[in-house]
Every structure is written in structure tokens, then in C-alpha cells.
């Protein structure tokens, strides 16, 4: 399968992100520049964590209105899978592709840590390989990673089973002290209506090996190309 | 021209910054503070434009940019230099 990852001025995981694609998983990966409007004919697209245009204004506003995410959108919205990561999951809310917001963590503080997340749903692009219910340790490092959103977005989440991760202790409950960001409903990812974009705070490209801490981000992009 | 806009938290999203200013004012013993809610203050300078086109732009610059309606409220005035 052949995947893009973005690169916007300001981010820092898109190095990674290649390496844990073509090094990791024996995928095509090649590199979008922010200027560049065509996607070169990728079938997956993933937009890493970083600082985008350094945060300015808010995370992920300016990079919502750079040229290559009109054909992200646009790609998305033609059913293509798209994964955000950190700073790729706030774009995705501020471009409107996903719904709600990220603001800054309740503690003020930067958060660098392994955490452990439990999968909600199967029916997405992106955890179609997991089980539901499953209980992944991934990396988490922001400032902003505290979901919000309004009580009738919450419900319809809900509704359409679209929150796919959640923060969990160890025993897999969404309790509050398992919460590291206050993230509403310990809510760590969600996805879009259909499934094909997926959004989350913590770094499943950063998982990917045994050496580095844990390899079960794996399943993220392994769900992608089944 | 110059379009001064006010970017603030919407009541129902926690402010963590806004309450930590409040409790460090408290430490300074302002006991009359009883909230302190943080946002942004941005000045546009503008030209070419009338008040009333002026008052139309800068309303669609919040809405599309300045502004996360999901998470944030917007005023602006609009002053002459």
C-alpha cells in the first residue's frame, strides 16, 4: 500500500512515521510536502505529530489552510483513509473532518508518558485489526490533548459509535484517575461518520518495536492495509 | 482602519490558565477576584474597505480563523486610526 505523510513546517514525528511505515511494515511511504496539492497517488495518508506553523493561533489552524490539506480533505471525503496523530488529530478537528476540539491539558502541563488506551470500536480503517475492547499501550507527549466537545456532539459520538480510544488504568476502566489530560469521557481518539478518518492523541508510530518500549501501534496501520 | 477582536473560552470549556492566574491573584491577597477567564486579543489593521464591508470581513476572519466556535467565542470593534 502506498502512504503519504505529510510534512508541515514545524512537524517532528513525519521522519518517524516513514521510517515505522516502509523500515517497520514493508510499506510504500513517501513524503507530502505542505505546498504540494497533489497527493502523488497515495492510497493512506497520515498526518503526524509536531508543531505545526508553531502552534500560532491555535494547534492545527494555520496548517487547516495549507494547500495540501484541500486535497486531504478532499481525499478524505472521497472515503480515503486518513490517520492524525497528536498534532495530525488536532488539524483533523480544526479542518471540520472530525468533530470537537483539543485544548490545553487540564494540569497546564506538558505530558510525556506511556499510557494505556482501550479500543471502543473495530469499525474504522485504522482498528479494523484490533478486538473490541483491547487495551493498547501507546506513548502520549502534548500540551494540548484535552478533548472537548459539546453534549450533543458527545451524543452523537456515542450514537454512531464513533469515539475509538479512551484512556484506562491498568485493569481497562475508563476512570478519571486514568485520565492524564481531561480529556472529556477520557476520550483519546474518535472517528468520522464512515469510519475512514481517525483521529488520537497518542503516538501508535512511536509503538511499533519491541526496543523502544512496545510494538502495539502496529495495529493501527496494519488495520489499514489489512 | 483597525479591527480589534477579542478571542475568549466559552463558559462551558475549562479555563486551566484562566484558574491558575485567579488562584496566584489570590495569593497577591486580591480576595475580590472570584474568576479570571484567558483569551486572546488580536488587532487586524485593515484598508480599502468601508465600515459596513469592513464589519462583514472581519466577522468571516473569525468565524473561518480567529475563532474555534467549538471551543471559543469572538467580539470585535472596529476603530478608525
Not at chain 1, 518517524?16 to 497515495?42: F, M, N, P, T
Request: glycine fraction near 10%.
Amino acid at each position: 500500500m502506498k502512504w503519504g505523510v505529510v510534512t508541515f513546517p514545524g512537524s517532528n514525528d513525519d521522519r518517524d512515521s516513514v521510517y515505522c511505515l516502509e523500515r517497520v511494515l514493508g510499506q510504500e511511504a513517501i513524503s507530502l510536502w505542505h505546498k504540494d496539492r497533489d497527493l502523488h497517488g497515495v492510497e493512506a495518508i497520515v498526518l503526524p505529530g509536531g508543531f505545526s506553523y508553531g502552534d500560532y493561533l491555535r494547534c492545527g489552524a494555520v496548517a487547516r489552510f495549507s494547500p495540501v490539506m484541500s486535497s486531504v480533505m478532499a481525499f478524505a471525503r472521497a472515503g480515503g483513509p486518513v490517520l492524525g496523530m497528536c498534532n495530525g488529530f488536532q488539524i483533523l478537528c480544526e479542518s471540520g473532518l472530525l468533530p470537537g476540539a483539543l485544548v490545553r491539558n487540564r494540569s497546564l502541563s506538558f505530558i510525556c508518558e506511556w499510557v494505556a488506551v482501550r479500543v471502543e470500536t473495530t469499525r474504522t480503517r485504522f482498528t479494523a485489526r484490533c478486538a473490541a475492547g483491547e487495551c493498547l499501550s501507546l506513548p502520549i507527549k502534548h500540551g494540548e490533548g484535552c478533548y472537548v466537545a459539546d453534549e450533543a456532539t458527545l451524543k452523537a459520538l456515542q450514537d454512531n459509535e464513533q469515539i475509538v480510544f479512551r484512556y484506562v488504568n491498568q485493569a481497562g476502566e475508563a476512570l478519571e484517575s486514568a485520565n492524564p489530560n481531561g480529556a472529556v469521557q477520557n476520550i483519546a481518539g474518535v472517528t468520522n461518520t464512515s469510519g475512514n478518518v481517525v483521529g488520537l492523541m497518542p503516538h501508535p508510530e512511536h509503538a511499533v518495536e519491541a526496543l523502544l518500549g512496545g510494538e502495539d501501534g502496529r495495529k493501527l496501520f496494519r488495520s489499514a492495509f489489512g | 482602519m483597525l479591527a480589534k477582536v477579542y478571542v475568549t473560552p466559552k463558559k462551558a470549556i475549562l479555563d486551566p490558565q484562566g484558574t491558575a492566574i485567579a488562584h496566584s491573584l489570590h495569593a497577591l491577597d486580591y480576595t475580590e477576584v472570584s474568576e479570571v477567564r484567558m483569551g486572546k486579543y488580536l488587532e487586524v489593521r485593515l484598508t480599502g474597505l468601508s465600515r459596513p464591508h469592513a464589519e462583514r470581513r472581519v466577522e468571516e476572519m473569525c468565524q473561518r480563523l480567529l475563532a474555534n466556535l467549538i471551543i471559543e467565542d469572538f467580539r470585535f470593534e472596529i476603530v478608525e486610526e
